[in-house]
């Protein structure tokens, strides 16, 4: 650790403010749903979550090596270059979160160090076939996969809860929920927190602190699991908002089915060694959900909104980590010149978050409207089966008065 340079530090503790951001950005992913059915109250939800999240971090090390080893050329790179990758990824994190859009952090990382690197080193640097197999191929199918799987779960589950007891079955799929929940959160830590180790353990490579080729230490796995649990539990209150209330209104067994079909698909992944987008996954089950009820609807408002970010997620994370690599580049001027720009950035990004906050009191009143689609779909859905009483009220007029002076009176049956 003699190589350990100040640059070096820098990389590291960028590394984990990225992690922290990751942790609030994604805690949506594994409780938006169990909040907003009401299985467990916001607070203890994101406790929850931060603590396997922790847990989870220490599971595999399959996708931290994809990153350190497989996705760019990892003799070729500076510290410098991983540094200016981070500023792009932190950046999108922030502001996707600000406006509230479930965007994947997986793929902001990607993209900043893939526009750093090409900025550094030129487009060899980077492999072409990792990219496709492990990133972008992952991205497109994680949504379908888990959506479509959200769905079939949750007309089975609508179907074998037909006879059962209303009360007793909701409980049941409330319980189910937790567990599930609790499952992707374990699923998010394997996933997500390894990025973040093969971040770090790639800048230890370029700065000579560990051999190529080297796992993460396991210091960088604690201090990784610490700095995403952290930014878990403060919850990133906007995020869960959108994806428990503004993408869709689940029910119980709609939550069971979209948190289960997600943990599923996380968990092969990471087992697989793919660098999964955890928000595509659970965003693709819970629209799957949506479409599964009998009547639900998926606002397609907001989701296009989250499709649009997810396309512009790598290109502009790239372009900003590319940019951050130029500067870099004058020496140690034009890294404290990065350093400044990214603070002085996330600063006013939290300012201005403070306009209208969002926190655990206030993030089940979703105010996004219902779109075309949702209103029409509500306008044929049939009503409610039960006894309707109405109040039905009609004036006629009264018998003709003896006096002439008499006035028309109503009688109401």
């Given at each position: 650790m003699e190589n350990f340079s100040l640059i070096l530090a820098i990389v590291v503790v960028t590394a984990l403010a990225f992690d922290f951001t990751n942790g609030f950005h994604d805690t949506a992913n594994a409780m938006a749903t169990t909040i907003s059915t009401g299985a467990l109250k916001p607070k203890v939800a994101v406790a929850m979550s931060a603590v396997l999240n922790l847990v989870g971090a220490f599971l595999s090390v399959e996708v931290a090596n994809t990153i350190s080893k497989g996705l760019v050329d990892e003799t070729?790179?500076?510290?410098?270059?991983?540094?200016?990758?981070?500023?792009?990824?932190?950046?999108?994190?922030?502001?996707?979160?600000?406006?509230?859009?479930?965007?994947?952090?997986?793929?902001?990382?990607?993209?900043?160090?893939?526009?750093?690197?090409?900025?550094?080193?030129g487009v060899g640097a980077v492999h072409g076939d990792v990219l496709v197999t492990k990133v972008l191929i992952p991205a497109i199918a994680a949504p379908l996969v888990a959506g479509l799987a959200a769905m079939l779960a949750t007309r089975l589950s609508y179907s074998l809860g037909k006879k059962a007891d209303g009360k007793a079955a909701a409980k049941g799929y409330r319980t189910g929920q937790i567990a599930s929940a609790g499952l992707v959160s374990l699923a998010h830590g394997?996933?997500?927190?390894?990025?973040?180790?093969?971040?770090?353990t790639l800048a230890l490579v370029a700065g000579g602190a560990v051999?190529?080729?080297?796992?993460?230490?396991?210091?960088?796995?604690?201090?990784?699991?610490?700095?995403?649990?952290?930014?878990?539990?403060?919850?990133?209150?906007?995020?869960?908002r959108t994806m428990g209330k503004g993408l869709t209104d689940l029910q119980p067994q709609q939550g069971f089915?979209?948190?289960?079909?997600?943990?599923?698909?996380?968990?092969?992944?990471?087992?697989?060694?793919?660098?999964?987008?955890?928000?595509?996954?659970?965003?693709?089950?819970?629209?799957?959900?949506?479409?599964g009820r009998k009547g639900g609807v998926v606002r397609w408002s907001t989701a296009t909104r989250m499709f649009v970010a997810w396309g512009l997620t790598l290109p502009a994370a790239a372009l900003v980590g590319a940019l951050a690599e130029y500067v870099t580049g004058f020496g140690a001027w034009g890294t404290g010149l990065v350093a400044v720009f990214l603070v002085g950035s996330s600063a006013a990004i939290w300012k201005i978050s403070r306009r209208e906050v969002v926190d655990h009191t206030n993030v089940n009143d979703s105010d996004e409207p219902a779109g075309v689609v949702t209103t029409a779909i509500a306008a044929v859905t049939p009503p409610p089966v039960g006894p309707v009483t109405e109040d039905l009220t009609a004036t006629i007029p009264a018998p003709a008065a003896a006096d002439p002076a008499a006035s028309t009176a109503t009688t109401t049956v």
């Open positions: 070729g790179i500076r510290p410098e270059v991983i540094f200016a990758a981070l500023v792009g990824a932190i950046l999108w994190n922030l502001l996707t979160w600000l406006v509230g859009l479930p965007s994947s952090s997986s793929h902001a990382l990607m993209g900043g160090l893939i526009g750093a690197t090409i900025a550094s080193a394997t996933n997500d927190a390894q990025k973040t180790m093969g971040i770090i051999a190529p080729d080297s796992d993460p230490p396991m210091w960088v796995i604690l201090s990784a699991g610490i700095a995403i649990a952290l930014g878990t539990y403060l919850g990133g209150w906007r995020i869960i089915a979209a948190q289960t079909s997600a943990a599923t698909v996380i968990l092969a992944s990471s087992h697989l060694g793919f660098s999964l987008s955890t928000t595509h996954s659970v965003s693709g089950s819970v629209m799957g959900a949506g479409l």
